[in-house]
């Protein structure tokens, strides 16, 4: 059998290109072939899935603080780059650490412009963990000599990786609470967001109000389109960028997996999107979870390792847990 380990992340326990690993030792131990391709859908991992960082540049964290942020660039121009390694939550000690209000994203704009200051001509850009609820202005003030950022006219391109459809100026309200803004100052950010919008389309005539998706990582996706950068689903692009379909063409069977399998795992993510390119191209797919809802584990064939193998075992043995629930799929089929 060929299979193709196609996985997310595990947050907290295993990165996706940890999981890729797991599933490929176990379908081989079975006597299968199998290849690996960890994937992302733009939030936290989109740097691991490209094969991790290869360049480290010291930036401004969410504080202000300086830290030293991995990104990637590759032979061919493209650059990798993951908001949350420069402004992101985990940086700021989390929510209860967090200065919300005052969290700026100008480490990921200079993220960015070391990227292009190294050559790059196209960078992705994942927006997952972030700190902030700046709407992008800190990344903007950095990025602005660089722009347009559309790839036009020799100009460098960088594309958005959103795994949401979140407007501009509903980004604190949505996003906010998590990154420890305080229900009465929800109002006050939503207010900002606003005349930031309005802001930018005096500046530079871009109406990012109107761009679904524009609120992600606090408005940082609606502040980089004001530049001209392109907002791309998350998945839809690293899965081309990986070569997800011309992978399916040779596999019988695909494993995919996430740490929490629920109804929003098939709103574009990768779960969601493996199933649904595997069924385009006829190919069986089985997903390993850390754990599962009932109305999710109805959708697609799932392991769903906390039950199987309990909760401490499933978060301390995660690797192992993975491995036996691939074994017990291909270990019959491969010795029959």
Not at 222 to 235: E, K, M
Request: charged share 25%; glycine share 16%; net charge negative.
């Amino acid at each position: 059998m060929r299979v193709l380990a196609a996985p997310d992340k595990f947050r907290g326990s295993l990165n996706a290109a940890e999981v890729a690993a797991a599933i490929a030792e176990a379908a081989r131990s079975c006597g299968s072939e199998c290849v690996e391709l960890p994937l992302a859908d733009g939030g936290e991992g989109t740097l691991d899935a490209f094969g991790g960082a290869n360049r480290w540049t010291e930036v401004s964290g969410p504080s202000g603080e300086r830290v030293e942020a991995g990104w990637r660039l590759d032979a061919d121009g493209r650059a990798v780059v993951e908001m949350a390694r420069a402004s992101g939550l985990a940086l700021a000690g989390g929510a209860e650490g967090n200065d919300a209000e005052n969290a700026s994203t100008r480490g990921t704009g200079e993220l960015i412009a070391a990227a292009l200051r190294e050559g790059a001509q196209r960078v992705l850009v994942g927006l997952g963990g972030s700190a902030t609820t700046d709407g992008g202005s800190g990344a903007v003030t950095e990025l602005e000599p660089f722009a347009p950022l559309n790839g036009a006219g020799g100009n460098p391109e960088v594309l958005v990786c959103c795994d949401v459809e979140t407007v501009f100026s509903d980004a604190a309200r949505v996003f906010g609470p998590q990154k420890g803004v305080r229900p009465e100052r929800i109002e006050h950010l939503t207010e900002r967001l606003r005349r930031l919008a309005t802001d930018y389309r005096d500046r530079f005539g871009v109406d990012v109000s109107r761009i679904p998706g524009g609120g992600a990582a606090g408005g940082l996706a609606g502040g980089l389109t004001a530049l001209g950068a392109r907002p791309v689903s998350g998945f839809d692009r690293i899965a081309a960028e990986l070569g997800l379909r011309d992978a399916l063409g040779r596999v019988d069977l695909v494993i995919t997996g996430e740490g929490k399998l629920d109804l929003g795992s098939f709103d574009g993510k990768v779960v969601g999107g493996v199933a649904h390119e595997a069924r385009r191209h006829d190919v069986e797919v089985l997903a390993v979870v850390g754990t599962a809802s009932t109305e999710a584990a109805a959708r697609i064939a799932t392991r769903d390792i906390t039950a199987e193998f309990g909760g401490r075992r499933a978060w301390r043995e995660t690797a192992e847990c993975v491995r036996r629930c691939v074994i017990d799929r291909l270990g019959p089929a491969t010795k029959s």
